[in-house]
């Protein structure tokens, strides 16, 4: 149990288009999910924290309408990277906190976000 | 603030010899503490947590941890390393001062073993 997934898993885009990256929890429900960035060897960064029903919650100096997130259901959130460019280019990996739980984050196998 | 260090960029074991990954940690009250391995291009795979109880906490995979609240530590171990160990190791304590309860990581550790 406790599967979160993400579609998709590798995505290659032109500057200056968009990008939408989906984060389901397959085998449960998750009011809380988080949006973190990892770059090469390093730790991952919190963006921000997708909350079921409301406005995601971005951390310090995380653009929110470069980076739109929306949770519209207990199983999904979308990270959307807008007008994507180089250096948006990252590993993106999402975690989804199980709502009847202990509220243990189990993560997403990541996005590879390339942009040319 | 609260945060946790992983003074070890990487740690370097033979196969058959015990390892240890190192983390200690910066928090006002009571310590959530977790361990996360990561394979490359994958996401984080929980290894083990302390809440409360005993110190020292099994895990997935053979590994283990000791909380260690006078030194502020929680080191990872295993008795035995097996190649198939060789990944990147993330402590993470979490926030307890906001809610959802979002994780703060280390920077993690490199661990290669080697035959």
């Known amino acids: 149990g406790a599967v979160v997934s993400q579609h998709p898993s590798r995505v290659i885009c032109k500057s200056g288009t968009s990008v939408k990256i989906e984060c389901r929890s397959l085998?449960?429900?998750?009011?809380?999910m988080f949006w973190y960035r990892q770059f090469p060897k390093q730790s991952l960064m919190l963006m921000a924290t997708s909350n079921e029903g409301s406005k995601a919650t971005y951390e310090q100096g995380v653009e929110k309408d470069k980076f739109l997130i929306n949770h519209a259901s207990l199983t999904l959130s979308t990270l959307t990277v807008t007008s994507a460019h180089p250096e948006d280019s990252s590993f993106y990996i999402c975690s989804a906190v199980h709502s009847g739980g202990a509220d243990e984050q189990f993560f997403g196998p990541g996005t590879r976000l390339t942009v040319l | 603030a609260q945060s946790v260090a992983q003074p070890e960029d990487q740690v370097n074991v033979a196969e058959g010899n015990p390892l240890t990954v190192k983390c200690t940690y910066s928090?006002?009250?009571?310590?959530?503490l977790f361990w996360y391995v990561q394979y490359p291009n994958r996401g984080l795979q929980f290894l083990l947590k302390?809440?409360?109880?005993?110190?020292l906490v099994k895990g997935s995979y053979g590994f283990e941890a000791e909380f260690n609240k006078s030194q502020t530590s929680f080191h990872l171990k295993k008795p035995s390393a097996l190649v198939s160990d060789s990944a990147l190791y993330f402590c993470a304590v979490r926030d307890t001062h906001n809610q959802g309860g979002k994780l703060i990581f280390g920077q993690g550790t490199e661990l290669s073993v080697k035959p």
């Open positions: 302390y809440i409360t109880g005993d110190n």
């Open positions: 928090v006002s009250g009571n310590p959530y």
């Open positions: 085998d449960f429900q998750a009011t809380t």
